[in-house]
């Protein structure tokens, strides 16, 4: 396979691209500053410089002709701006969107975040902000005719993978690696698996090929 991930310099991407390149598929990662390229190479990826935010979905189709799938593991920051919630977390999965049906891509996973749909309406705290991102972007995705698989993981971590988890509607609080969720999309891809589906990902103790294939569409 071919598949392209929008944040591609990203702590989960840079996992991902290492396990697809692995498996020997193809990792193009978007990235917005070439200075992160040699980060890519190293992990297997092939990087490619497009900025998202300056970037509209008819150049960017063009960009994923030959790509077979789409990730979209981008995200402003920890330290960024309410605004840039909205153009990157939640503008950037929607324009990947738009490009992958422009490009004809029907497979779309979208990296979330646990507690999305649970925002303050009325906060403009950069976090509430950041969550009304992440379920507008993921309410876009879920409307049209992909074959997404939306993953909201809870608090992350940079643990060693365990390669158990715990999938679910709601999980409750809790942690999960980011190695653990590089597995799940690199597994939702490649097995064909989660396919309309959207859930909330932690450490669990079920085998994660095996969680995946038993959630509920």
Do not use: C, W
């Not at 981008?74 to 605004?83: H, I, L, V, Y």
């Not at 497979?107 to 303050?120: C, E, N, T, W």
């Not at 969550?131 to 995705?141: Q, S």
């Amino acid at each position: 396979m071919r598949i392209a991930l929008a944040g591609g310099h990203g702590a989960i991407a840079l996992h991902i691209e290492k396990l697809l390149s692995d498996a020997g598929h193809e990792a193009v990662a978007i990235i917005r500053n070439p200075e992160q390229a040699g980060d890519v190479l190293a992990a297997g990826g092939i990087p490619v410089v497009i900025d998202l935010e300056g970037v509209d979905a008819r150049t960017l189709a063009r960009d994923l002709q030959g790509v077979d799938a789409v990730v979209f593991a981008a995200g402003a920051g920890p330290n960024s701006s309410a605004e840039r919630k909205y153009t990157v977390d939640r503008d950037g999965a929607i324009l990947l969107a738009d490009a992958a049906e422009i490009a004809g891509i029907r497979r779309y996973v979208l990296i979330s975040s646990m507690g999305a749909d649970d925002f303050d309406p009325t906060s403009d705290e950069v976090f509430q902000v950041y969550l009304r991102a992440k379920a507008e972007a993921d309410a876009n995705v879920r409307a049209r005719d992909l074959e997404y698989t939306i993953i909201r993981p809870g608090g992350l971590t940079n643990d060693a993978p365990t390669g158990e988890v715990l999938l679910a509607e709601s999980t409750g609080r809790g942690t999960i690696a980011r190695a653990d969720v590089a597995a799940l999309v690199v597994a939702a891809l490649v097995d064909g698996i989660g396919i309309r589906a959207q859930f909330e990902a932690i450490s669990g103790d079920t085998p994660l090929a095996e969680a995946l294939a038993a959630v509920k569409y």
